[in-house]
C-alpha cells in the first residue's frame, strides 16, 4: 500500500453464488443469498456498509476445479529427472525467475502448469483472465513468464525439453513441451504498468534486461523451493494452509497483504473485519495475514525485518494468534496497481480466502518521475469489485483510518472532525524510525516500532547516528 497509516473499513462482500464441489481440506464459508442475488457481480458503486446476509458453510475451489502441484515426488520419479536435467540444454535462473517456479510448483496460480506460451501471455496482457478448455474463465493479470537471450534460444534449437538451473547450477526443474516466442518489452511493460516510464522498478530488474525471447512450456520441478534464510516455516503451500483452515475448524477466511510492518490501523481493520463476519453469523473467521516475500524495491523494509516485526504484533496480543495464520507469499512484487492486485486476490482463492481486504491504492507506488502516485487511490478496490474470474471472491474495501489526536490511537476517519486526525505517511514512519522519533502513542505497539528502528540502525552509515534531525509529526 502506497501510504501506510491509510486503510478502508466498512465496505460490502458483494457476494456471488457459485456451485462449489467439496473436493479440498478447507473450511471456508461462503455467503448465502437469494436466487435474484445470484449472477455476476454489477459493475456499480461499491456499498458503504457491509450487506446483512446468513452464513452458510461450503468449500471454495481453487481456480480450475483443482490445485496444481508440480512438485515431483520424493523418489524414483525426483532422481530421474535430476539425471535427465544434467544431459539438457540449460538455462540459469535469475532470483525472480526461482520465486516465479516457487509460486507456479505450489499452485499459486493454479491452472497454470508452467511459465506461459504465447496464447497465455496474450490473454494476460490483453483481457486479464483465461479462458480454460470448457469454455469458464479464470482471473490472470500479470504475466508469468521465463525470459531467454539469442544464444540461449540457439542452444536450445527444436528440443523439446530444457532444463532449469540455480545460479550455482544446481538443476530446479524440468520445463518440456516447450514453445519460444518473441518477448515484445515495450508491448508488455505498457500493458502491465500502463507507462512505460523509466524508473519501474520490476521493469528494471526483469524485463528491460532479459531476453528478446520467451519460452513457455509444462513444468516438472524436482523439490520443494527453500530459500534456507531462517522464514522458510512461513512459507505454506496453499494446500498447508487449506489443511491448517482445517485444523483451526475455521468457518471463513479473510486475507490481508502488505509488504510493509503492521501499524494499529492495519489491525484494526483486520480485528473490526473479524468482529463483523461474526455478527454475519461466522462462528470461527480465520486471518490470513500474508506479508509478500518475493522481489521488493530497494526502499522496502526487507522481508526478514518485517516478519520480525510481525511476530512481536502477534507476540503483544495486537492481533490474536488463535484466529491468526502468518505466512509469507513468494510472489514478486510488480507495483502494477489495479493490474497486480487482481493477481494478489486471485491467488489467494487458491490458498482457501473467500475474503479478500483491499485497500487504498494497492500494489501502487509514486510515479517514477513526477510527484503524484502513479494510480489513482481507488481504482485498485473498483478494479477487484468488477474483475472477470474474481466473482466468487468476496471483496472487502476499506474506508480511511488515521491516527485520532484525542483518543490517541488508530480509529477510523470522521470527516466531521478533521482537524482531530493525523495521518502518517509510509515516508514519514521511515523517517521517523531512521531518526529513532517514536510516533505517536497508539500508532504501532512499542516492540514492534522498536524492531523498525533496529532495522534503519543496522543499515545507516555511521556517521547518520551523529547527526539526526527530529521530524515533525
Excluded at 446476509?53 to 475451489?61: K, N
Excluded at 502448469?113 to 490472470?140: I, K, P, W, Y
Excluded at 523498525?452 to 543499515?459: F, I, T
Aim: aromatic share 8%.
Amino acid at each position: 500500500m502506497a501510504s501506510m497509516a491509510a486503510a478502508f473499513v466498512g465496505g460490502s462482500p458483494n457476494p456471488v453464488r457459485n456451485p462449489i464441489k467439496p473436493a479440498l481440506l478447507s473450511a471456508c464459508l461462503r455467503l448465502s443469498l437469494p436466487p435474484a442475488a445470484a449472477g455476476r457481480r454489477s459493475p456499480t458503486p461499491i456499498r458503504a456498509s457491509f450487506a446483512p446476509a446468513t452464513a452458510s458453510c461450503s468449500l471454495i475451489e481453487p481456480d480450475g476445479g483443482r490445485l496444481v502441484n508440480l512438485v515431483a515426488p520424493e523418489g524414483p520419479s525426483r532422481h530421474a529427472l535430476r539425471r535427465e536435467a544434467a544431459r539438457l540444454p540449460q538455462i540459469e535462473l535469475s532470483r525472480i525467475d526461482l520465486e516465479w517456479v516457487h509460486v507456479l510448483s505450489e499452485g499459486w496460480a493454479s491452472p497454470l502448469t508452467g511459465f506461459m506460451r504465447e496464447a497465455e501471455f496474450l490473454q494476460t496482457l490483453h483481457f486479464n483472465c483465461l479462458r480454460l478448455g470448457d469454455g469458464s474463465v479464470v482471473n490472470m493479470s500479470v504475466p508469468i513468464v521465463l525470459a531467454i537471450d539469442d544464444a540461449q534460444k540457439r542452444a536450445i534449437g527444436d528440443r523439446r525439453r530444457v532444463a532449469l538451473v540455480d545460479s550455482r547450477e544446481r538443476p530446479v526443474a524440468i520445463l518440456s513441451n516447450i514453445e519460444i516466442y518473441k518477448h515484445n518489452k515495450e508491448e508488455r511493460i505498457a500493458r502491465t504498468w500502463g507507462t512505460t516510464t523509466p524508473g519501474l522498478p520490476y521493469a528494471q530488474e526483469a524485463i528491460e534486461k532479459a531476453g528478446n525471447w520467451l519460452i513457455g512450456g509444462d513444468l516438472e520441478v524436482i523439490e520443494h523451493i527453500k530459500y534456507k534464510d531462517g522464514l522458510d516455516q512461513y512459507r505454506l503451500s496453499p494446500s498447508e494452509l487449506r489443511e491448517e483452515f482445517a485444523r483451526r475448524n475455521a468457518d471463513a477466511v479473510f486475507a490481508f497483504q502488505l509488504r510493509n510492518p503492521v501499524h494499529n490501523g492495519h489491525a484494526l481493520l483486520m480485528t473490526d473485519t473479524r468482529r463483523r463476519l461474526l455478527e454475519m453469523g461466522y462462528k470461527n473467521p480465520v486471518l490470513l495475514l500474508h506479508p509478500l516475500g518475493g522481489y521488493t524495491k530497494a526502499d522496502d523494509v526487507p522481508l526478514h525485518w518485517r516478519m520480525k516485526q510481525h511476530e512481536k504484533v502477534l507476540e503483544d496480543g495486537v492481533l490474536n494468534p488463535e484466529t491468526t495464520v502468518v505466512a509469507i507469499f513468494p510472489s514478486p512484487m510488480h507495483y502494477a496497481g489495479p493490474t497486480e492486485v487482481q493477481w494478489h486476490a486471485k491467488s489467494r482463492i487458491n490458498a482457501g480466502a473467500n475474503f479478500y481486504i483491499v485497500g487504498r491504492d494497492p500494489a501502487g507506488m509514486s510515479h517514477p518521475v513526477e510527484k503524484r502516485d502513479l494510480y489513482d487511490a481507488d481504482h485498485g478496490k473498483k478494479v477487484l469489485s468488477m474483475a472477470p474470474g474474481l466473482e466468487k471472491l468476496n471483496i472487502l474495501p476499506f474506508k480511511v483510518a488515521a491516527y485520532d489526536k484525542t483518543q490517541k490511537k488508530m480509529a477510523f476517519f470522521d470527516p466531521s472532525r478533521t482537524e482531530d486526525f493525523l495521518f502518517i505517511s509510509g515516508t514519514k514512519m521511515r523517517a521517523l524510525a531512521r531518526n529513532r522519533e517514536n510516533p505517536p502513542d497508539g500508532f504501532m505497539c512499542p516492540s514492534g516500532w522498536k524492531v523498525l528502528v533496529e532495522y534503519y540502525d543496522s543499515v545507516a552509515p555511521p556517521e547518520a547516528n551523529k547527526l539526526r534531525e527530529p521530524v515533525p509529526v
